[in-house]
């Protein structure tokens, strides 16, 4: 069999190869704040290692226009963050550690709130103060509801993205990118996807 080296290719204007130097794909870049959306939202009640119960909030995010007018420094160069406008990131999930009700047979965690708590303050949900008393000791703490679609859908906030490795179900080792945190986007605006998502 002749090696491709040896075949008179003729014509190369319809030769399929592959340039590097035309590939457009650009890889997210890691430990960075992205301006996101989120776009859709799971939840699911968990229990946490043997002894609590938590709802857990999934979410996806989308990569918003401004992130446009944002440069990333790699060690290849600068890289505009036009590439990355519209592309959906998952979240690590958020977690809301539940209060047992008379005959459940979990444990409170309140003190593992903090994260829901932020994210509360960043989604401009009221978390009142409230006063409560443990073990004889009154105590003042934030009181928050459970996060409905629309508290979240469609907020802006600055997204942490890092990778994360997980092996697949081949058993192969991967690695993809998540919102592993996330901060407030003081001047973001609020999305409206359906509308966005009209054809006109």
Known sequence: MASINEINIGDKSNMHYYDPKENNTVSLIPKQLYPVHAKQVTTRVVDVKGKYKAKVYNIIY???????????????????????????????????????????????????????????????????????????????????????????????????????????KEGQSKTSFKVKDFNEWTDGKVKDFALAELPF
């Open 62 to 168: 989308e990569i918003a226009e401004e992130c446009a007018t944002k440069t990333f420094i790699t060690d290849s160069g600068e890289v505009s963050g036009g590439s990355f406008v519209g592309k959906k990131l998952y979240s690590t999930g958020v977690f809301l550690f539940l209060n047992p009700e008379p005959g459940d047979s979990f444990e409170a965690n309140n003190g593992a709130n903090e994260k829901y708590l932020r994210l509360c303050g960043i989604l401009n949900v009221e978390c009142p103060e409230i006063e409560v008393e443990i073990d004889g000791e009154k105590r003042m703490v934030n009181g928050f509801p459970e996060l409905s679609d629309s508290d979240i859908i469609g907020k802006p906030l600055l997204g942490y993205v890092d990778t994360q490795d997980y092996v697949n």
